[in-house]
């Protein structure tokens, strides 16, 4: 049974930084694709970022690019979200996600509050 746990959401000052991590189970991690998503309220869910199985590829929504990294540790079946230079936009729930075994799955979410 394939498991997300999401965590290091927080509140946090515009301009901060957030570590968000997603520790994975159920399946063989370093096989598949990971995502970020995020979904803010009143607001469709949205692809914040993406790695492959092996990490050497990744993307970004635009809206990220060069103030989000997303990274693996196949060691540790675990997926970061490091955010940089947040702004009060960014704030949303997170959300990890991966196809493994034809089957979509989903964390249960971290709270990102981005606030002065």
């Known amino acids: 049974q394939v498991q997300l746990v999401e965590s290091g959401g927080g509140l946090v000052q515009p301009g901060g930084s957030l570590r968000l991590s997603c520790a994975a189970s159920?399946?063989?991690?370093?096989?598949?694709?990971m995502r970020w998503y995020r979904q803010a309220p009143g607001k469709g869910r949205e692809l914040v970022a993406a790695?492959?199985?092996?990490?050497?590829?990744?993307n970004y929504a635009d809206f990220v690019k060069g103030r989000f990294t997303i990274s693996r540790d196949n060691a540790k079946n675990t997926v970061y979200l490091q955010m940089n230079s947040l702004k009060p936009e960014d704030t949303a729930v997170y959300y990890c996600?991966?196809?493994?075994?034809?089957?979509?799955?989903w964390g249960q979410g971290t709270q990102v509050t981005v606030s002065s």
């Open positions: 790695i492959s199985s092996g990490g050497g590829s990744v």
């Open positions: 996600y991966t196809r493994a075994s034809y089957r979509d799955s």
């Open positions: 159920g399946f063989t991690f370093s096989s598949y694709a």
